[in-house]
């Protein structure tokens, strides 16, 4: 079984960077998808991006987020990783690593996700 864990969210000024990072504590993930979702404060949660078993594929689903945000992952390392850029108000949210062993990437839908992690919050204010 998959044991995702998040780190690197925090307190951050409008403009600036943050990395997120997903590792597993449990089996191995590198024959899954992997990616992200975040959830903003009576919003729905959505899917940002994730990346395929053989890291070769990634999709984007947020037009918004394109050109900031950016998502890769390490198998020798066995982690996941989201580069975040030029933050603002508007991407503060709890933001949730997640996994499915089968082709998702496609849709990435929630309904899709056999495992996540417990969410890391990320606040964007001056």
């Known amino acids: 079984q998959l044991q995702l864990v998040e780190s690197g969210g925090g307190l951050v000024q409008p403009g600036g960077s943050l990395r997120l990072s997903c590792t597993d504590s449990?089996?191995?993930?590198?024959?899954?998808?992997i990616g992200w979702f975040r959830q903003a404060p009576g919003k729905e949660r959505e899917g940002i991006s994730c990346?395929?078993?053989?890291?070769?594929?990634?999709?984007d689903y947020v037009e918004s987020l394109k050109g900031r945000f950016t998502i890769s992952r390490d198998k020798a390392t066995n982690s996941l990783y989201l580069q975040m850029n030029d933050l603002t108000s508007e991407d503060t949210a709890v933001y949730y690593c997640?996994?499915?062993?089968?082709?998702?990437?496609?849709?990435?839908?929630?309904?899709?996700?056999?495992?996540w992690g417990k969410g890391t919050q990320v606040t964007v204010s001056s």
């Open positions: 990346i395929n078993n053989n890291g070769g594929r990634i999709s």
């Open positions: 997640a996994a499915a062993p089968w082709d998702v990437c496609g849709d990435w839908s929630a309904r899709d996700i056999n495992y």
């Open positions: 449990g089996s191995n993930f590198e024959m899954y998808d």
